[in-house]
């Protein structure tokens, strides 16, 4: 475990707003370490969705990045938060130290996550989008309960479905626009719940395009929030 204090920038996935990584952040600043977790435009609480873009959620990490005047930064995503990173990375090369990948995508360069889907599911969520009147996707209980926090109790999950919010129906359709992360020679890990079922591909295969093997920790999609003490040393120890 890393004893020298340093900066987490700590970016939630699909649905999620930074709240999702608060237990996580309370046991990394415990351990005397700076944590800083980031809401991306539109997934706060009665944001308005209509017409952002994928490049407006890399540009507000940039931006926190640098209004903070955050150096040494391990940056931390967590499931669709792959994307942003990957691309976020890019210009924050001086000041990121190392790359964490936590129940993430791991985008391929020229695609969209959409893209990187199977086809059926694909398809599904361009419907949902198309649907929607401000081409926003909203969460369900459902999903919650079968793919994010399956074998939890109920109430458990029926607050997780209540504390999402609908996500921007283009940062899932939008191309990813740089080169691949490993390009940057920045130190990379991949964290993977052993009971993660909501990745559109196995764990191990999106580790495998960062060239490394996928690091065990307890919990499903959501061990963020179910297991925080294990998420936060796994961090600590990339």
Not at 45 to 53: I, M, P, S, T
Not at 77 to 89: E, M, Q, R
Not at 193 to 219: M, Q
């Amino acid at each position: 475990m890393s004893t020298e204090p340093s900066a987490y920038l700590l970016v939630p996935g699909a649905w999620h707003g930074g709240w999702s990584w608060w237990p996580v952040a309370k046991r990394l600043r415990a351990a005397g370490h700076r944590a800083v977790t980031v809401t991306l435009p539109g997934l706060a609480d009665g944001d308005d969705r209509a017409g952002l873009r994928f490049q407006d959620a890399v540009d507000h990490l940039v931006s926190e990045v640098e209004r903070r005047a955050l150096t040494d930064v391990t940056l931390v995503g967590h499931s669709w938060a792959g994307y942003p990173i990957a691309a976020a990375v890019h210009r924050l090369a001086g000041r990121v130290s190392r790359l964490v990948y936590y129940n993430a995508q791991v985008p391929m360069p020229g695609r969209s996550m959409a893209d990187d889907n199977p086809p059926e599911v694909a398809a599904f969520l361009r419907g949902l989008i198309e649907s929607s009147p401000d081409r926003a996707i909203p969460p369900t209980l459902e999903f919650v309960q079968q793919i994010f926090m399956q074998d939890v109790a109920e109430d458990a999950q029926r607050l997780l479905a209540e504390l999402l919010v609908p996500h921007p129906g283009a940062y899932f359709l939008d191309a990813l626009d740089v080169p691949d992360v490993t390009t940057l020679g920045i130190p990379t890990r991949y964290l993977l719940g052993e009971h993660d079922h909501a990745l559109p591909r196995p764990g191990a295969e999106f580790a495998a395009r960062l060239g490394v093997e996928p690091v065990l920790v307890p919990g499903t999609h959501e061990g963020l929030l179910t297991h925080p003490d294990a998420v936060a040393d796994a961090i600590l120890a990339a």
